[in-house]
Structures are given as structure tokens and as C-alpha cells.
């Protein structure tokens, strides 16, 4: 165990660094970024939480003795009565939830169209650019639909890419450096929607509730069974979150 005492660390970088269990007293985080880090178990007490930003699962979050999550929630269905359709509980729900999704995507594609091309490449705050998120959800699709629930032992695109904290996989593509044009992407994407359609509308209520079988070699995910049900939400929830994270981007370079 290491103990920091009136050290100045401004400006740190940890990455990659197991720092559970540890305490912080009379400490100033101010400015701080935290990005894929886990806060489960977390407790705080005397903070001060002023201009905020988080984004992220939130559940069993109590603020002042307040669980903060169901409030979050309701707000965002409020805000948006399709975020709602992300969770269905059928199959006839899913096919729902996946049309709504191509048609919102149709929409923020054709906002992208409208923005000069070098523009899709370019990254707002460090996060993905407009393509880069693209590629991100074939890889999405190819991890849960094709690899998890067809069986598919290597799905991969080489312009498929996985998040950046993932652990360099066999196998896996991981170019960063790739700047495919926004139609070789959609058309990558095209096929990869076609084959969640295919999927969704042969699914039952009944199959809906079953398990993949284990698939074959490494790759992600894991080569274990998962519940249906578990991969096509995880979809939704790729296709839906990443969708916003778009246009809040498409916001900030239009508004550049």
C-alpha cells in the first residue's frame, strides 16, 4: 500500500491502476476525468459536487439519502418517450425497438451527409469520430449477434473496433489509424443491420428466453453461453447510447 501525504500530484495520468479500497481525505479533484472507471461501492461523505458532468449506468446512486436512479430514468423516457422501447420484455418488442432505431440512425446519417467528409473524421473532446463510432457498431453487432448468439468463432471486419480500454485480443482488428470513407462504413453497417433484421424477425418469445450456445476460440465475448435476451439489449443499448453520443458530437462540429 502507498500513502500520499500533502503531495502535490496535479495533473496525474493512472491508467490501467487498481486503486480499490483506497481512501481520499481533505483531497482537491477538481478538473479531474474519470473514463471507463468503476465506482461501485463508493462512498462519499462532506463532498461537494458542483458543475458536474457524469454520464453513465446509474443505479443504486443515493444522493442525500436520495436513490437518484428511477429519477434519472423517468426524466430521460420523459425527455424521450423512445428510450422506453429500448427495454422491451417480447420478441414483437424487439422488432419494435430495432425499427425505431433504423430510423433514427437514418436520420443522424443523413445530418453526417450534410457536413464536409473530412468532418467525420475528426474527434470532439477525445472521443470517437463520427465513422470511428460507426465501426465501433459493427464491432458491436459482429461481438453479439454474429459471435455470441450465430456462432460465428471469428466474425470480424478489419474495420471493426472495439473500445479502447479492451485488452489487445487474436484475432480481434483494432486500426485506429483506418479513414474509410462514410459509405465503405455504411455499407459495412447495412450488412451488419440486415443481419440483426434477419435475426429479430425470426425470433419467438420462446427462443427470446433462451442461451447461446458457447461459442468457439478467443474474441469477445467470452467463450461462454449468454442469455439471448442479454445480447440483443446490449445492441439496443450500443445502438442507442452511441446514437446520442453522435449527435451531441455532430452538435459541437456544427456549431464550429
Known amino acids: 500500500m502507498a500513502e500520499f501525504t500533502r503531495e502535490d500530484l496535479r495533473g496525474s495520468r493512472f491508467e490501467r491502476v487498481d486503486l480499490s479500497g483506497s481512501e481520499f481525505r481533505s483531497s482537491d479533484l477538481s478538473e479531474t476525468r474519470f473514463r471507463d472507471v ?40 420523459r425527455r424521450d418517450p423512445d428510450r422506453a422501447k429500448m427495454r422491451p420484455t417480447d420478441a414483437a418488442g424487439f ?20 457536413l464536409d467528409p473530412e ?5 470532439v473532446a477525445g472521443e470517437w469520430s463520427f465513422t470511428e463510432t460507426l465501426r465501433h457498431l459493427v464491432f458491436a453487432t459482429d ?6 448468439i450465430l456462432g460465428d468463432p471469428s466474425p470480424w471486419d478489419p474495420l471493426d473496433l ?10 480481434v482488428p483494432r486500426d485506429r489509424d483506418a479513414r474509410p470513407s462514410l459509405d ?12 440483426v433484421r434477419e435475426f ?3 425470433l419467438t418469445d420462446e427462443s427470446l428466453d433462451g442461451h447461446t450456445d458457447p461459442v468457439a476460440g478467443p474474441g469477445w465475448p467470452e467463450s461462454r453461453s449468454y442469455p439471448v435476451r442479454d445480447c ?19 452538435d459541437a462540429i456544427s456549431a464550429s
Not at 462519499?44 to 434519472?72: F, K, S
Not at 445492441?235 to 453522435?246: D, G, K, P, V
Open 119 to 123: 468532418l467525420l473524421h475528426e474527434s
Open 200 to 202: 429479430l424477425d425470426g
Open 184 to 195: 465503405v462504413v455504411l455499407e459495412l453497417r447495412r450488412d451488419r443491420k440486415s443481419t
Open 38 to 77: 468503476y465506482l461501485s461501492r463508493v462512498v462519499m461523505r462532506g463532498v461537494e459536487l458542483v458543475d458536474v458532468d457524469i454520464h453513465g449506468e446509474i443505479v443504486n446512486v443515493t444522493i442525500n439519502g436520495v436513490d437518484i436512479g428511477p429519477l434519472v430514468n423517468a426524466e430521460l423516457d
Open 162 to 171: 472495439p473500445w479502447d480500454e479492451m485488452p489487445d485480443t487474436p484475432g
Open 95 to 114: 422488432r419494435e425497438a430495432w425499427d425505431v432505431l433504423e430510423r433514427l440512425w437514418a436520420e443522424t446519417v443523413g445530418r453526417a451527409r450534410r
Open 232 to 250: 440483443l439489449l446490449c445492441i439496443l443499448n450500443e445502438e442507442w447510447e452511441h446514437r446520442l453520443y453522435a449527435e451531441r458530437d455532430l
Open 143 to 148: 461481438s453479439w449477434i454474429r459471435r455470441a
